[in-house]
C-alpha cells in the first residue's frame, strides 16, 4: 500500500509555547515525529507548518518541509493545502500523522493508511478500553463499528451503553462489553481531502466537539483499525514532555 504522511505542526500552542520544536534528545519534536512517519513505509513525508522556525529545524535534520498559510481552522485543511500543493494524484492515500505524536508506532501508521480505498475514503484508528474510568470519561472518545469495521457513530458519551450491566454496577465492565476509545489518527484519499474543506460543519461535530463526524454527518465511510493496545500518548503538557523525553534517554 502506497502512502504519503504528512505531519501538521503549528509553532502556536496554549498549554506548552513553541511545542513543536521542544528538543527530545537533541531533535525537535517535530524531527521526531517525522522520521516515526518514516518508518512506517510512507512513500514520502512532508512537515506542513505555519512557521518560518520551524521550516529551519526541518531543513537543519533533512525532514522535507512545506509552509503554508496561517489562517487553517485545522490540521486537515493544512495538509489538503500540501496536498495540493504536492500536485498527488486523485487516488493517493494521505497519512495525517499529528506533530506531537513523537513515540507513534510506525505499524500503526500503515495500518491505518492499507484501509483507505475508492469506497471508504477515509480511515482511522480504535483500541480497546478496560477501566470504567476511561469508559465513563468524555475526555475520552469513543467509538462504535458496523460488522464491516466503519464508524457507526463517535461519541464523548459511553458508547454503546450496557443497559443492563451499568444499571446493576459501574464499578466494573460487564463481561463480554468492549467499548473502544478512538485514536486521533486519519488516513484520506486526496480527491476526499481536497472536498473535505468545503463540507458544511456538522450540528452533531458542533455538540460534540469532533470534527470526524462531519465525514459521517454528510454520509461518507470512515474504516477503522482495531488495534489492540493503547498507543503512547502524545505530548500536550509539561509533563507528557518530560515523559517522552525520559523514553529517549533509556
Same mark, same amino acid.
Request: charged letters at 20%.
Given at each position: 500500500?502506497? /502512502?504519503?504522511?504528512?505531519?501538521?505542526? @503549528?509553532?502556536?500552542?496554549?498549554?506548552?509555547?513553541?511545542?513543536?520544536?521542544?528538543?527530545?534528545?537533541?531533535?525537535?519534536?517535530?524531527?521526531?515525529?517525522?522520521? #516515526?512517519?518514516?518508518?512506517?513505509?510512507?512513500?514520502? =513525508?512532508? !512537515?506542513?507548518?505555519?512557521?518560518?522556525?520551524?521550516?529551519?529545524?526541518?531543513?537543519?535534520?533533512?525532514?522535507?518541509?512545506?509552509?503554508?498559510?496561517?489562517?487553517?481552522?485545522?490540521?486537515?485543511?493544512?495538509?489538503?493545502?500540501?496536498?495540493?500543493?504536492?500536485?498527488?494524484?486523485?487516488?493517493? !492515500? =494521505?497519512?495525517?500523522?499529528?506533530?506531537?505524536?513523537?513515540?507513534?508506532? *510506525?505499524?500503526?501508521?500503515?495500518?491505518?493508511?492499507?484501509? !483507505?480505498?475508492?469506497?471508504?475514503?477515509?480511515?482511522?484508528?480504535?483500541?480497546?478500553?478496560?477501566? %470504567?474510568?476511561?469508559?465513563?470519561?468524555?475526555?475520552? !472518545? &469513543?467509538?462504535?463499528?458496523?460488522?464491516?469495521?466503519?464508524?457507526?457513530? /463517535?461519541? @464523548?458519551?459511553?458508547?454503546?451503553?450496557?443497559?443492563?450491566?451499568?444499571?446493576?454496577?459501574?464499578? #466494573?465492565?460487564?463481561?463480554?462489553?468492549?467499548?473502544?476509545?478512538? =485514536?486521533?489518527?486519519?488516513?484520506?484519499?486526496?480527491? /476526499?481531502?481536497?472536498?473535505?474543506?468545503?463540507?458544511?460543519?456538522? *450540528?452533531?461535530?458542533? =455538540?460534540?466537539?469532533?470534527?470526524?463526524? @462531519?465525514?459521517?454527518?454528510?454520509?461518507?465511510?470512515?474504516?477503522?483499525?482495531?488495534?489492540?493496545?493503547? %498507543?503512547?500518548?502524545?505530548?500536550?503538557?509539561?509533563?507528557?514532555?518530560?515523559?517522552?523525553?525520559?523514553? /529517549?534517554? &533509556?
Amino acid at each position: 500500500m502506497s /502512502f504519503i504522511a504528512i505531519i501538521p505542526a @503549528r509553532l502556536a500552542s496554549t498549554r506548552l509555547p513553541n511545542k513543536p520544536l521542544a528538543d527530545i534528545g537533541g531533535k525537535p519534536m517535530v524531527v521526531r515525529t517525522a522520521e #516515526q512517519a518514516l518508518a512506517s513505509g510512507a512513500s514520502r =513525508i512532508m !512537515v506542513a507548518t505555519d512557521h518560518a522556525d520551524i521550516v529551519a529545524a526541518c531543513e537543519a535534520h533533512q525532514i522535507p518541509v512545506c509552509l503554508t498559510r496561517a489562517d487553517h481552522p485545522s490540521g486537515t485543511d493544512r495538509i489538503a493545502e500540501v496536498a495540493a500543493r504536492m500536485a498527488l494524484p486523485e487516488d493517493a !492515500v =494521505i497519512v495525517n500523522v499529528q506533530g506531537d505524536e513523537p513515540l507513534i508506532a *510506525p505499524a500503526l501508521i500503515a495500518a491505518t493508511a492499507a484501509l !483507505v480505498n475508492a469506497s471508504v475514503p477515509m480511515a482511522t484508528a480504535a483500541h480497546p478500553l478496560h477501566l %470504567p474510568d476511561d469508559v465513563f470519561n468524555p475526555n475520552v !472518545v &469513543k467509538v462504535v463499528l458496523d460488522k464491516q469495521g466503519k464508524a457507526l457513530y /463517535f461519541s @464523548r458519551a459511553t458508547i454503546p451503553w450496557h443497559r443492563d450491566g451499568f444499571a446493576q454496577d459501574r464499578t #466494573q465492565l460487564p463481561e463480554a462489553y468492549q467499548p473502544l476509545r478512538h =485514536i486521533g489518527l486519519y488516513a484520506y484519499r486526496n480527491d /476526499f481531502l481536497q472536498n473535505y474543506p468545503k463540507l458544511a460543519i456538522s *450540528p452533531l461535530e458542533q =455538540i460534540e466537539a469532533l470534527e470526524q463526524l @462531519r465525514v459521517l454527518w454528510h454520509g461518507y465511510a470512515i474504516a477503522v483499525h482495531v488495534t489492540d493496545s493503547s %498507543p503512547a500518548a502524545g505530548v500536550d503538557t509539561a509533563e507528557d514532555l518530560e515523559r517522552v523525553r525520559a523514553f /529517549f534517554r &533509556k
